[in-house]
C-alpha cells in the first residue's frame, strides 16, 4: 500500500526532470545560434584554422580561431593570400557545439566566420 503512495510521486519527480533536460537543450541551442562581431587582425591559416588577433575585454591581445567560413565570406576575401596577412576586419561569427563521438558524448566548439569585411 506505501509503494502505490508513492508512485505519483516518482512520477512528478520523473517529469519535472525531464521538463529541466529539455528546457536546458533549448536554452543551450539559443546560445549556439548567437552571432558574435569583433574587430582583429588577420595572421594567417594553422593547422587549417583561420588564426586572428583581437583585444579582449581587459585590453589585452589574444588568439581567435575559426574551423569553418561561410561561402559568401570566403568569395569575398581569399584568406589563403598572404597579402591579407596583417590586415584587419570585422567578423561576424557563429559558435556550434558538435559531438565529436556519439559514444561518448565529447563535444567539440566549431567556429564559423559568417561574414567578413576589411576595415
Do not use: H, W
Request: charged share 30%; aromatic share 10%.
Amino acid at each position: 500500500m506505501k509503494t502505490l503512495k508513492l508512485v505519483p510521486l516518482f512520477l512528478i519527480a520523473f517529469l519535472f526532470c525531464n521538463y529541466t533536460a529539455i528546457a536546458q537543450e533549448e536554452e543551450e541551442e539559443e546560445i549556439e545560434n548567437e552571432l558574435t562581431t569583433i574587430t582583429a587582425v588577420y595572421e594567417g591559416i594553422e593547422d587549417s584554422m583561420y588564426v586572428f588577433t583581437y583585444e579582449d575585454e581587459d585590453g589585452e591581445e589574444s588568439t581567435i580561431s575559426f574551423q569553418k567560413i561561410a561561402p559568401e565570406a570566403e568569395k569575398a576575401y581569399d584568406l589563403l593570400s598572404k597579402k591579407l596577412i596583417g590586415k584587419a576586419f570585422e567578423i561576424t561569427y557563429s559558435d556550434e557545439n558538435v559531438l565529436e563521438d556519439d559514444d561518448l558524448e565529447i563535444l567539440t566548439n566549431i567556429r564559423t566566420i559568417e561574414t567578413l569585411k576589411q576595415l
